[in-house]
């Protein structure tokens, strides 16, 4: 495994998560990073990405104000500071490395892929 996703589980609505994806044998710190959603019945998503050194991020509108991506290369880690929670964000989180410096929607720009963390909304 070379990514490892963490922090999922079951909230409530309006609640928080924080995911994590911890990067092993070998380093993405030079890579931008993503993460993705797949929601039951539907297909994988892009919701938020950040370049190499965390300057730039981007977002999905469905998760604009609400989710936050940020990294620390010196752990080698991405989170992903999930807050007012809905039902509608019920998915599978994946993390994922670029191929480059920067990060995309597109998920054919990522070459490794986490192992999904489930992110349970109840109403």
């Known amino acids: 495994v070379q990514l490892q996703a963490s922090g999922g589980g079951l909230v409530q609505a309006g609640g928080s998560l924080r995911l994590s994806c911890a990067a092993s044998?070998?380093?993405?710190?030079?890579?931008?990073m993503g993460w993705f959603r797949q929601a039951p019945g539907k297909e994988r998503e892009f919701i938020a990405g950040?370049?190499?050194?965390?300057?730039?991020?981007y977002y999905a509108d469905s998760v604009k104000g609400r989710f936050t991506i940020s990294r620390d290369n010196a752990k080698d880690t991405v989170y992903l500071q999930m807050n007012s929670l809905s039902p509608e964000d019920t998915a599978v989180y994946y993390c994922?490395?670029?191929?480059?410096?920067?990060?995309?929607?597109?998920?054919?720009?990522?070459?490794?892929w986490g192992q999904g963390t489930l992110v349970t909304v109840s109403s």
């Open positions: 044998r070998r380093t993405f710190r030079n890579n931008g």
């Open positions: 950040i370049n190499w050194n965390g300057g730039n991020t």
């Open positions: 994922a490395a670029s191929r480059f410096a920067y990060s995309s929607s597109d998920s054919a720009n990522y070459n490794y």
